[in-house]
């Protein structure tokens, strides 16, 4: 069975206290990971995507990474504005319509 | 921001009433899908759409319906709301089944 998860559930850092947030899955055919902030009361916002093992995207603090069976988005020098909770999802299948996994997501709390 | 907004923002019903939600997109992308988000699970898809008039069913569509009449607007009705359908609804679009999926703001919907 197709499946995402993502950890910690929660995670709780001092500002300027770099960590990683894990996105592990095992899907039949991945097309693509998707990485969203989503933050309270409203919908995900897009971070970034990635297609193939290796491959690395950034975005200010923000840096994610691909592997064959994971995805760690790595965040450096965090600042309070980056507290949200972080979601990945998996694009897998083959065919017309390729379905989109999320994983529960992880809830970050930047601290001054 | 992508050009979706959803109605209600916030709704309060009773078991066995109908409700519709709407999403309506400014974009011009051929697929809309409908998601609910619950606590400890991740986004998971209800139903979604591929084209004007054409739809398919996701991972929890048991109890919803959904219409698409115009390309910018798709319905999900729940015919005689449940309790289990307490949750958060979002609409997302994407230009294909491959590319990147828009959130939009999200859907609160309670069921006494």
């Known amino acids: 069975e197709d499946q995402v998860t993502q950890s910690p559930e929660a995670l709780r850092l001092q500002e300027g206290e770099s960590s990683s947030l894990n996105c592990s899955y095992t899907?039949?055919?991945?097309?693509?990971l998707f990485w969203y902030r989503q933050d309270p009361g409203k919908g995900p916002e897009f971070l970034f995507t990635l297609y193939s093992a290796g491959e690395e995207k950034e975005k200010e603090r923000l840096k994610a990474t691909l592997t064959k069976k994971e995805s760690f988005l790595h965040i450096t020098a965090p600042k309070p504005e980056d507290s949200a909770t972080y979601l990945c999802a998996v694009q897998a299948g083959s065919g017309g319509y390729n379905k989109l996994i999320f994983g529960a997501g992880t809830r970050l709390a930047v601290h001054p | 921001d992508a050009g979706i907004t959803q109605s209600p923002r916030h709704k309060v019903t009773e078991t066995g009433t109908p409700v519709t939600l709407r999403c309506h997109q400014t974009e011009n992308h051929r697929y809309m899908y409908w998601y609910r988000q619950d606590p400890g699970h991740g986004l998971r898809l209800i139903h979604y759409?591929?084209?004007?008039?054409?739809?398919d069913k996701g991972e929890v569509s048991d109890g919803y319906s959904v219409s698409r009449s115009k390309t910018e607007d798709f319905l999900l009705t729940l015919e005689s709301a449940t309790s289990s359908q307490t949750s958060v609804y979002f609409c997302a679009i994407s230009d294909s089944p491959l590319e990147t999926q828009y959130f939009g703001p999200g859907t609160r919907l309670t069921v006494l």
């Open positions: 759409s591929y084209g004007v008039k054409d739809t």
């Open positions: 899907v039949s055919g991945l097309r693509g």
